[in-house]
């Protein structure tokens, strides 16, 4: 419809990401970092009512680890919404029904790269 905002584009998207590297032993560093990303209000479809909104929602990612300085080898912990925000990605409508596709919950992990 005409005047009807593009769905799933919120009017501010913002990504800020951050990494420290220090000495360690040798030829190894630290490093410690994170990301925090922000994505806007926003709709799933033109012209939709209400219960077709996504709500804005903020996520905080960290990681921390060390790294061989000529970047060969990398170990790292990780975690992606590690405040364990619980929020949409999107919102459909099938039959008689609306569904709702939630984004990832708290997630951690460990990361080996190895460049040959």
Avoid: C
Avoid at 85 to 107: E, S
């Amino acid at each position: 419809m005409k005047g009807s905002p593009f769905p799933a584009t919120p009017k501010l998207s913002l990504l800020a990401d951050s990494e420290y590297r220090f000495p360690l032993v040798g030829d190894w560093r630290g490093f410690v970092g994170g990301n925090l990303t922000y994505r806007g209000r926003t709709t799933s479809t033109f012209a939709a009512p209400s219960e077709f909104d996504i709500d804005g929602y903020t996520l905080v990612e960290a990681r921390v680890g060390m790294e061989r300085s000529d970047g060969t080898l990398r170990v790292q912990l990780w975690g992606q919404n590690i405040t364990d925000k619980y929020y949409w990605t999107h919102v459909d409508h099938v039959l008689d029904t609306v569904t709702r596709v939630t984004g990832m919950p708290a997630t951690f992990g460990v990361a080996v790269i190895w460049k040959l």
